[in-house]
């Protein structure tokens, strides 16, 4: 089955700190990518879609200078969550797709950021 | 608006016996789909059962099935023959243009 890669599966940082978390689909081309925040015991809560070589559309509520989403190429989505702070302590997942193929979304294995 | 509802925070089961995972959902786009997901503690999201808004039966996929019901906007899961491995959460998720998760049901198996 298709694969999606997400890295770092854990990082800790300094308030004030950025942090960039890396979605690869790694044997198929995403026509879309959706980025998920998740707090414990809650469910996804989408923050954004993001199409290649489009800009990304952010969910009401999400910050978009905040959460910096780039869809460079068809296997490559990034979020960059700039000056982090303890509040943004949660579990980031993204997710991609090939829709106008299949149905299937397939999840990457999720990112604990923890803010110090 | 909550587009997609799920019920039951908790549910419990005897192993061995069969479950029902209620949600509902609310669109007007003719043209949707209807997952399942299950979520371990280690927080992957593990694809379950998928339904077509204009597939006309009800999916399987083994020890699981979707009981679709459009008219009332239901997608309820059905496990059968619990087993102790079954206890997660449980995600029940629309596409539209995007993917939108339920709040979640947490599916406990007794031994």
């Keep these: 089955g298709a694969v999606v890669s997400q890295h770092p599966s854990r990082v800790i940082c300094k308030s004030g700190t950025s942090v960039k978390i890396e979605c690869r689909s790694l044997d198929f081309q995403a026509t879309t990518m959706f980025w998920y925040r998740q707090f414990p015991k809650q469910s996804l809560m989408l923050m954004a879609t993001s199409n290649e070589g489009s800009k990304a559309t952010y969910e009401q509520g999400v910050e978009k200078d905040k959460f910096l989403i780039n869809h460079a190429s068809l296997t490559l989505s990034t979020l960059t969550v700039t000056s982090a702070h303890p509040e943004d302590s949660s579990f980031y997942i993204c997710s991609a797709t090939r829709w106008g193929k299949d149905e299937k979304l397939f999840f990457g294995s999720g990112t604990q950021l923890s803010v110090l | ?111």
């Design chain 2, 1 to 111: 608006a909550q587009k997609i509802t799920q019920t039951q925070p908790g549910m419990f089961v005897q192993e061995k016996e069969a479950v029902t995972l209620d949600c509902t959902y609310d669109t007007s786009d003719p043209s949707y789909g209807l997952f399942w997901y299950k979520q371990p503690s280690s927080g992957e999201m593990i694809f379950l059962i998928y339904q077509g808004s204009y597939d006309q039966q009800n999916a399987t996929e083994g020890r699981y099935s979707l009981n679709f019901q459009k008219a009332r906007k239901s997608a309820n899961l059905v496990i059968s023959a619990s087993q102790l491995g079954d206890s997660a959460m449980y995600f029940c998720a629309m596409r539209e243009n995007d993917m939108r998760f339920g709040a979640g049901t947490r599916l406990t198996v007794k031994p």
